[in-house]
């Protein structure tokens, strides 16, 4: 059974940073892709970044671009989501997903809040 547990939203100001972290165990991590999604409030999921299996290959959302660092560790089994420079528009809950690497999500953990707001 796969499962993703996401971890270190919280409150920050406008311009602040956080780290999130996704924990993976059940399966063999290091064999599939990544990803990372948010959901704004009263808003779909949107894609944030995304990550080879291999750590080679990254794609982010333009929204992100030159923001957000995605990262992963096969060996700890772990994703991060670097996010510098956050604004009001990065608030939402954000969720890591395990991929196929092209494009298809099957297992999604339970989410982490981000709140930006001064």
């Known amino acids: 059974q796969v499962q993703l547990v996401e971890s270190g939203g919280g409150l920050v100001q406008p311009g602040g940073s956080l780290r999130l972290s996704c924990a993976a165990s059940?399966?063999?991590?290091?064999?599939?892709?990544m990803g990372w999604f948010r959901q704004a409030p009263g808003k779909e999921r949107d894609f944030v970044a995304a990550?080879?299996?291999?750590?080679?290959?990254?794609k982010y959302a333009d929204s992100v671009k030159g923001r957000f660092t995605i990262s992963r560790d096969n060996a700890k089994k772990m994703a991060w989501l670097q996010m510098n420079s956050l604004s009001l528009e990065d608030t939402g809950v954000y969720y890591c997903?395990?991929?196929?690497?092209?494009?298809?999500?099957?297992?999604w953990g339970p989410g982490t809040q981000v709140s930006v707001s001064s």
């Open positions: 997903a395990q991929g196929d690497g092209m494009g298809n999500y099957n297992y």
């Open positions: 059940g399966h063999t991590f290091a064999s599939y892709a």
């Open positions: 990550i080879s299996w291999n750590g080679r290959t990254t």
